[in-house]
């Protein structure tokens, strides 16, 4: 079988998911140790550093490219799988419970991967756009990275987004971190039960609550007090 | 009792259908759901009308034959249970009771509540076998077959391919139902020669044949009759993976 | 008599089948390319049969009126299949298990074929191992057995209650890879409605399709029926509901004799009848008599519950009866004693047609022996109850869920109530030693023909006897005929016999449907199961069965001409295809009265009050019976009997005791 047919079949197509899903988990931790670096009280130097440092890496910058091809391979296998599942019912239920049998979140990833989509490009556009595209941002003279986020964590709608989309996030892995480990195959029952309590762990407190308590604390102006 | 149906009815594959509601009275507690269904088509050919079509035929849970997706659910509200052997203490007097058939792109309507699950057919004669002759074969506990395994393998054998993994998904996903043979085969030491092939020809199979992608929901594990458990789809996607990257 | 010849190889009873096999004459592969052959029906037997033919190069067509040929009832065998494996070092053997099927069957069954049976019984389990059926195993990796009722060693393979499942499903994937290939062609939602004689030899099939409505000619220069039984002529049975026997009927009456038809076997424990709307009835395995303990109270129309009836108020009948064997008695004995109860006035339940089948001894025991193992010596009633149902429930757990489901009684609580249903059936369409009916090309394989059980079927041996008919037993004697056919070229189904036998068939589908009566089928297949289970059934007497024949006779004639079928003939109409087999129910159950009727002895299933013993038990007329006898057709309710003797080399017939 041709590597073409089994990216193409039903179960290849999982496996690019979870494959691109869990590369963005790993990426989620590296953004999470950054966003953490903020709330050290240094007057933002740590991140600051960071940032720079990742800028001018040429393995990031590498990396960083497959990880615009993950997002992209995400999305759009997405799109696809979706759009083929809808077909695969072409009359619908009169009465479906489905309620009853599997979670809402299991069943609606469409829903809140197009929230996180939405979320990615304005939070893009938001800092990444400024700062490394258009070089308006964190240069020299310029407003600092770290003052940057300070200031639009001012706006309440702005911290009701990213922790709404944090969220989001959450229930989105909650359901997608144990499900790719079963699209690998990986679903024993001796560490079933482990695979799903991690990821939740890993869903909610790790990333839910890590990426919700940046804005919540600029926003109180418990962080950022020394920038 | 007396209840309100409200049954799919469609002449032919051809043509559209409706729900149908239906008032049917005097129904005991102790009846099955498909005597229920008697009592109702017998009233409907005393009034010369066209009894429902509806696929049951052993009536004791194991032919997978019966079919009904019963107010929301794939062979109605008991849990482990084909829709022969739901019985009508399930229910309320006065309920509404909604039924539909399977739906699903690779489960066409042949009338009324029967479909045509003849992909699962197809699916099995791609490679759900092992390819032994009659006569081939050695002496029975010439290969001895570890009990965990042997159990884990009749779990999955246990399938009755009657459906309702593929009628509750949202997706419409038959990766339960071909999971289930892939893993009972791959289990067993008979089954591990052909393992590669079997998964590769019956997931191209499954392709074809229009059902949906599994997105690990759960909702056929759930539904299941004979409970086949989620971690068989796990089993051929690592059956799969591997097959591809080794072949 | 002449007419019948078995063709039962000379020679010892241990090297007919070796002789057989070695001088069978064959068809070389090039010829099989060009031999078609028709199965119908894809159970155990047919699917078997179907792959196995097809491996071997011959061009098979295949048949089933269900959706899928995994459906077949076979599925629903559930305690295991019998093989002389020996495993258990327990001194099994080919000539112990096929001592037992000849004993089980009372003498009336054939010693050639019974031994024949017993020795392909290994490659059975050899086969199905092979094709991934999953058997119960025990820790060593190696295959498990469980005894069975009428047998001293313990020769039951099983796999879980599911074991006819599994089986099936073997079976049906060894066909699904044939149907893969292409040498099998699958025709689902078919049923067959006629055979197609052309020079006295069968050469096809008109079969029906169920979704269309079209009538289809197939050829084949063989035919074989694989439709299993006919236990639905009683309308409430253990079979599926659209278990049928138009296919052997209708070869019946193309001139394939009728075995021993009064031959049934009721099954002991089911779940009793429930109210008028009851469909079908359901098994409980024959494994719960090994720890249940069978009951009724001592007194006449008693109203307290089961559990407020003292211990010395309760009649364990098969106890007192046969203490020997107790609760173990072969099926046709429990069934017997079962109705003897109820029919004094001792049932139990709502409708009093019932007896308790109880745990509480069970409990108890389990309960006790857990406690030891735990240490618990001074566990409380309570405590050990607790424990010897959870033991309990670790053996039969699925079977007591699906009590529960069925009864809504928790049977952990109060004892089940159970009570006799139609079962299987022994008799069917006569066939020789290569499984050949008396019409040249047809065959019948599995429950459909009149088999080996003789007047009484052990459990776990129909499994046996389908796949061995399919996997081992026609693969070779079908050599025997077609070798004489391999000049015959494919006949057109446009031969004038085609058209003629499809013409009568429309005919019959126009005059059902013409009849526009005002009662549905049902009705009438409801009202000859009542005929047949009050007078055919579990005991039959001269008076009734002569009264049963009038009334099937007067039921039938009100069915041509009061039958209600709505809808139309070119689309799928369930009405319609019920209509036409019950339409053979009416004249099968009058042959099955029929021969009933002449057989005047009792043997296995077939009790005649007439002929007992003065304890009641079953009294053989060995003198006079031991024959097969097999029916030919001559007109609706007109036949001629043909007797086939049955010599007894080397078992010597003798009185059945389980006392």
Same mark, same amino acid.
């Given at each position: 079988?041709?590597?073409?047919?089994?990216?193409?079949?039903?179960?290849?197509?999982?496996?690019?998911?979870?494959?691109?899903?869990?590369?963005?988990?790993?990426?989620?931790?590296?953004?999470?140790?950054?966003?953490?670096?903020?709330?050290?009280?240094?007057?933002?130097?740590?991140?600051?550093?960071?940032?720079?440092?990742?800028?001018?890496? %040429?393995?990031?910058?590498?990396?960083?490219?497959?990880?615009?091809?993950?997002?992209?391979?995400?999305?759009?296998?997405?799109?696809?799988?979706? @759009?083929?599942?809808?077909?695969?019912?072409?009359?619908?239920?009169?009465?479906?419970?489905?309620?009853?049998?599997?979670?809402?979140?299991?069943?609606?990833?469409?829903?809140?991967?197009?929230?996180?989509?939405?979320?990615?490009?304005?939070?893009?556009?938001?800092?990444?756009?400024?700062?490394?595209?258009?070089?308006?941002?964190?240069?020299?003279?310029?407003?600092?990275?770290?003052?940057?986020?300070?200031?639009?964590?001012?706006?309440?709608?702005?911290?009701?987004?990213?922790?709404?989309?944090?969220?989001?996030?959450?229930?989105?892995?909650?359901?997608?971190?144990?499900?790719?480990?079963?699209?690998?195959?990986?679903?024993?029952?001796?560490?079933?039960?482990?695979?799903?309590?991690?990821?939740?762990?890993?869903?909610? =407190?790790?990333?839910?609550?890590?990426?919700?308590?940046?804005?919540?604390?600029?926003?109180?102006?418990?962080?950022?007090?020394?920038? | 009792?007396?209840?309100?149906?409200?049954?799919?009815?469609?002449?032919?594959?051809? &043509?559209?259908?409706?729900?149908?509601?239906?008032?049917?009275?005097?129904? +005991?507690?102790?009846?099955?759901?498909?005597?229920?269904?008697?009592?109702?088509?017998?009233? !409907?050919?005393?009034?010369?009308?066209?009894?429902?079509?509806?696929?049951?035929?052993?009536?004791?849970?194991?032919?997978?034959?019966? +079919?009904?997706?019963?107010?929301?659910?794939?062979?109605?509200?008991?849990?482990?249970?084909?829709?022969?052997?739901?019985?009508?203490?399930?229910? &309320?007097?006065?309920?509404?009771?909604?039924?539909?058939?399977?739906?699903?792109?690779?489960?066409?309507?042949?009338?009324?509540?029967?479909?045509?699950?003849?992909?699962?057919?197809?699916? %099995?004669?791609?490679?759900?076998?092992?390819?032994?002759?009659?006569?081939?074969?050695?002496?029975?506990?010439?290969?001895?077959?570890?009990?965990?395994?042997?159990?884990?393998?009749?779990?999955?054998?246990?399938?009755?391919?009657?459906?309702?993994?593929?009628?509750?998904?949202?997706?419409?996903?038959?990766? !339960?139902?071909?999971?289930?043979?892939?893993?009972?085969?791959?289990?067993?030491?008979?089954?591990?020669?052909?393992?590669?092939?079997?998964? %590769?020809?019956?997931?191209?199979? %499954?392709?074809?044949?229009?059902?949906?992608? *599994?997105?690990?929901?759960?909702?056929?594990?759930?539904?299941?009759?004979?409970?086949?458990?989620?971690?068989?789809?796990?089993?051929?996607?690592?059956?799969? #993976?591997?097959?591809?990257?080794?072949? | 008599?002449?007419?019948?010849?078995?063709?039962?190889? /000379?020679?010892?009873?241990?090297?007919?089948?070796?002789?057989? @096999?070695?001088?069978?004459?064959?068809?070389?592969?090039?010829?099989?390319?060009?031999?078609?052959?028709?199965?119908?029906?894809?159970? #155990?037997?047919?699917?078997?049969?179907?792959?196995?033919?097809?491996?071997?190069?011959?061009?098979?067509?295949?048949?089933?009126?269900?959706?899928?040929?995994?459906?077949?009832?076979?599925?629903? $065998?559930?305690?295991?299949?019998?093989?002389?494996?020996?495993?258990?070092?327990?001194?099994?053997?080919?000539?112990?298990?096929?001592?037992?099927?000849?004993?089980?069957?009372?003498?009336?069954?054939?010693?050639?074929? =019974?031994?024949?049976?017993?020795?392909?019984?290994?490659?059975?389990?050899?086969?199905?191992?092979?094709?991934?059926?999953?058997?119960?195993?025990?820790?060593?990796?190696?295959?498990?057995?469980?005894?069975?009722?009428?047998?001293?060693?313990?020769?039951?393979?099983?796999?879980?209650?599911?074991?006819?499942?599994?089986?099936?499903?073997?079976?049906?994937?060894?066909?699904?890879?044939?149907?893969?290939?292409?040498?099998?062609?699958?025709?689902?939602?078919?049923?067959?409605?006629?055979?197609?004689?052309?020079?006295?030899?069968?050469?096809?099939?008109?079969?029906?399709?169920?979704?269309?409505?079209?009538?289809?000619?197939?050829?084949?220069?063989?035919?074989?029926?694989?439709?299993?039984?006919?236990?639905?002529?009683?309308? !409430? +049975?253990?079979?599926?509901?659209?278990?049928?026997?138009?296919?052997?009927?209708?070869?019946?009456?193309?001139?394939?004799?009728?075995?021993?038809?009064?031959?049934?076997?009721?099954?002991?424990? *089911?779940?009793?009848? $429930?109210?008028?709307?009851?469909?079908?009835?359901?098994?409980? +395995?024959?494994?719960?008599?090994?720890?249940?303990?069978?009951?009724?109270?001592?007194?006449?129309?008693?109203?307290?519950?089961?559990?407020?009836?003292?211990?010395?108020?309760?009649?364990?009948?098969?106890?007192?009866?046969?203490?020997?064997?107790?609760?173990?008695?072969?099926? /046709?004995?429990?069934?017997?004693?079962?109705?003897?109860?109820? /029919?004094?006035?001792?049932?139990?339940?709502?409708?009093?047609?019932?007896?308790?089948?109880?745990?509480?001894?069970?409990?108890?025991?389990?309960?006790?022996?857990?406690?030891?193992?735990?240490?618990?010596?001074?566990?409380?009633?309570?405590?050990?109850?607790?424990?010897?149902?959870?033991?309990?429930?670790? @053996?039969?757990?699925?079977?007591?869920?699906?009590?529960?489901?069925?009864?809504?009684?928790?049977?952990?609580?109060?004892?089940?109530?159970?009570?006799?249903?139609?079962?299987?059936?022994?008799?069917?369409?006569?066939?020789?030693?290569?499984?050949?009916?008396?019409?040249?090309?047809?065959?019948?394989?599995?429950?459909?023909?009149?088999?080996?059980?003789?007047?009484?079927?052990?459990?776990?041996?129909?499994?046996?006897?389908?796949?061995?008919?399919?996997?081992?037993?026609?693969?070779?004697?079908?050599?025997?005929?077609?070798?004489?056919?391999?000049?015959?070229?494919?006949?057109?189904?446009?031969?004038?016999?085609? $058209?003629?036998?499809?013409?009568?068939?429309?005919?019959?589908?126009?005059?059902?449907?013409?009849?526009?009566?005002?009662?549905?089928?049902?009705?009438?297949?409801?009202? #000859?199961?009542?005929?047949?289970?009050?007078?055919?059934?579990?005991?039959?007497?001269?008076?009734?069965?002569?009264?049963?024949?009038?009334?099937?006779?007067?039921?039938?004639?009100?069915?041509?001409?009061?039958?209600?079928?709505?809808?139309?003939?070119?689309?799928?109409?369930?009405? !319609?295809?019920?209509?036409?087999?019950?339409?053979?129910?009416?004249? #099968?159950?009058?042959?099955?009265?029929?021969?009933?009727?002449?057989?005047?002895?009792?043997?296995?299933?077939?009790?005649?009050?007439?002929?007992?013993?003065?304890?009641? &038990?079953?009294?053989?007329?060995?003198?006079?019976?031991?024959?097969?006898?097999?029916?030919?057709?001559?007109?609706?309710?007109?036949?001629?009997?043909? @007797?086939? /003797?049955?010599?007894?080399?080397?078992?010597?017939?003798?009185?059945?005791?389980?006392?």
């Amino acid at each position: 079988m041709t590597i073409d047919q089994y990216i193409n079949s039903s179960i290849g197509r999982k496996t690019v998911m979870a494959a691109t899903g869990l590369f963005l988990c790993v990426f989620l931790i590296e953004h999470l140790y950054s966003n953490l670096l903020l709330l050290f009280t240094d007057g933002g130097v740590a991140f600051t550093e960071w940032s720079h440092t990742l800028v001018h890496s %040429m393995l990031i910058r590498l990396i960083e490219i497959f990880l615009f091809l993950a997002i992209v391979l995400h999305v759009v296998q997405a799109i696809y799988i979706t @759009k083929q599942n809808r077909e695969s019912r072409p009359v619908k239920y009169a009465v479906y419970k489905v309620d009853q049998t599997s979670s809402w979140f299991s069943r609606n990833m469409g829903i809140t991967g197009s929230l996180i989509f939405f979320f990615i490009v304005v939070h893009m556009w938001q800092f990444f756009v400024p700062y490394r595209i258009m070089d308006t941002v964190g240069g020299e003279g310029q407003t600092n990275v770290a003052q940057t986020i300070k200031e639009a964590f001012h706006n309440p709608w702005f911290v009701l987004l990213y922790v709404g989309s944090s969220a989001f996030l959450a229930f989105h892995l909650n359901h997608g971190f144990q499900s790719a480990f079963t699209t690998f195959g990986m679903n024993a029952k001796k560490y079933k039960s482990l695979i799903s309590l991690f990821g939740s762990f890993f869903a909610f =407190v790790i990333i839910g609550l890590g990426f919700s308590i940046i804005p919540i604390l600029f926003y109180f102006g418990i962080a950022g007090k020394t920038f | 009792m007396n209840l309100t149906l409200k049954i799919w009815r469609q002449k032919n594959s051809k &043509e559209e259908g409706k729900l149908v509601t239906y008032q049917v009275d005097g129904i +005991s507690k102790e009846m099955s759901f498909l005597e229920m269904f008697d009592v109702l088509n017998e009233r !409907l050919v005393a009034k010369n009308e066209e009894p429902i079509a509806f696929d049951h035929d052993c009536r004791e849970g194991i032919c997978g034959m019966c +079919s009904m997706h019963i107010n929301g659910r794939p062979h109605g509200p008991w849990t482990r249970t084909t829709v022969c052997q739901l019985h009508m203490r399930a229910f &309320e007097d006065g309920e509404t009771i909604v039924i539909e058939p399977w739906r699903a792109k690779g489960f066409p309507v042949i009338k009324d509540l029967m479909v045509d699950r003849s992909a699962f057919d197809r699916i %099995m004669a791609a490679g759900g076998f092992v390819s032994v002759n009659t006569g081939n074969a050695q002496d029975a506990n010439c290969l001895p077959v570890p009990k965990a395994d042997a159990d884990e393998s009749f779990s999955a054998a246990a399938c009755i391919g009657c459906g309702a993994c593929v009628a509750s998904c949202k997706n419409s996903s038959a990766m !339960l139902f071909v999971s289930a043979k892939v893993s009972q085969m791959a289990l067993l030491p008979q089954g591990k020669v052909e393992r590669k092939d079997r998964v %590769m020809n019956m997931v191209k199979q %499954m392709d074809v044949e229009g059902f949906g992608n *599994c997105t690990n929901t759960g909702s056929c594990e759930s539904v299941c009759p004979k409970g086949i458990s989620l971690h068989h789809i796990a089993r051929m996607n690592r059956e799969y #993976l591997l097959a591809n990257i080794t072949e | 008599m002449t007419k019948l010849n078995s063709k039962i190889p /000379d020679g010892p009873l241990e090297t007919k089948w070796t002789k057989y @096999k070695s001088t069978v004459p064959l068809v070389n592969p090039s010829n099989k390319r060009n031999i078609e052959i028709i199965v119908v029906g894809s159970g #155990l037997a047919g699917a078997s049969a179907a792959a196995s033919l097809a491996e071997l190069g011959y061009k098979v067509k295949c048949f089933c009126f269900q959706d899928s040929p995994r459906r077949a009832h076979s599925i629903a $065998a559930q305690g295991g299949i019998n093989a002389a494996k020996n495993y258990q070092n327990d001194g099994d053997s080919v000539y112990r298990l096929f001592y037992d099927t000849i004993k089980g069957g009372d003498y009336r069954a054939r010693e050639g074929n =019974v031994h024949r049976l017993a020795e392909v019984s290994s490659a059975i389990i050899d086969q199905c191992v092979a094709q991934g059926v999953p058997f119960a195993r025990e820790y060593g990796g190696y295959l498990d057995n469980r005894s069975f009722g009428g047998t001293q060693v313990q020769r039951t393979f099983y796999a879980a209650g599911q074991t006819g499942q599994q089986l099936l499903l073997g079976a049906y994937s060894a066909l699904s890879r044939q149907i893969g290939k292409g040498s099998v062609e699958m025709h689902t939602r078919h049923e067959m409605l006629d055979v197609v004689i052309i020079d006295g030899k069968a050469r096809g099939i008109i079969a029906r399709d169920l979704i269309s409505g079209k009538l289809e000619r197939h050829f084949g220069h063989a035919v074989l029926l694989c439709t299993g039984g006919y236990g639905n002529v009683f309308y !409430l +049975s253990t079979n599926a509901m659209g278990c049928n026997a138009t296919a052997i009927w209708k070869a019946h009456k193309k001139g394939a004799f009728f075995g021993n038809p009064c031959y049934t076997q009721i099954h002991p424990t *089911c779940i009793p009848v $429930a109210g008028d709307h009851q469909s079908k009835l359901t098994l409980m +395995s024959e494994s719960l008599r090994n720890d249940g303990r069978i009951w009724v109270p001592k007194k006449q129309g008693e109203a307290r519950k089961a559990n407020e009836i003292p211990e010395d108020e309760r009649d364990y009948y098969l106890e007192r009866r046969y203490p020997a064997f107790g609760n173990l008695v072969p099926r /046709d004995v429990a069934s017997r004693a079962a109705k003897e109860r109820c /029919d004094a006035g001792y049932g139990v339940g709502v409708s009093k047609m019932a007896v308790y089948l109880d745990f509480a001894f069970a409990y108890e025991r389990y309960g006790k022996t857990k406690a030891n193992q735990l240490g618990l010596h001074t566990a409380s009633g309570a405590e050990i109850l607790k424990l010897g149902k959870a033991e309990v429930a670790e @053996k039969y757990g699925n079977l007591f869920e699906m009590y529960e489901k069925i009864t809504g009684e928790n049977p952990y609580e109060v004892p089940m109530r159970i009570y006799p249903a139609a079962h299987y059936v022994m008799g069917g369409l006569w066939v020789d030693y290569d499984l050949m009916t008396t019409v040249p090309g047809m065959y019948a394989l599995g429950e459909a023909n009149f088999s080996d059980h003789g007047a009484n079927r052990l459990g776990a041996s129909a499994l046996m006897q389908g796949l061995a008919d399919g996997y081992f037993v026609i693969p070779y004697t079908i050599g025997t005929y077609l070798s004489q056919d391999i000049r015959t070229k494919a006949i057109s189904t446009d031969h004038e016999a085609f $058209a003629e036998t499809e013409k009568k068939i429309q005919e019959q589908i126009d005059r059902l449907m013409n009849i526009k009566g005002a009662r549905s089928v049902d009705h009438f297949h409801k009202r #000859l199961g009542k005929i047949m289970w009050d007078k055919c059934g579990m005991a039959r007497n001269e008076k009734g069965l002569a009264e049963a024949i009038g009334e099937i006779k007067a039921l039938r004639e009100e069915f041509w001409k009061d039958v209600r079928i709505p809808g139309g003939q070119n689309e799928l109409n369930a009405e !319609l295809e019920k209509a036409i087999r019950v339409a053979d129910f009416l004249e #099968l159950g009058e042959l099955m009265c029929k021969d009933a009727l002449h057989r005047k002895e009792s043997c296995g299933g077939h009790f005649r009050e007439e002929y007992q013993t003065e304890e009641g &038990e079953a009294k053989r007329d060995d003198d006079n019976f031991t024959y097969a006898a097999a029916w030919e057709f001559k007109n609706v309710g007109e036949w001629e009997l043909n @007797k086939e /003797d049955l010599n007894y080399q080397v078992v010597h017939p003798s009185q059945r005791s389980y006392k």
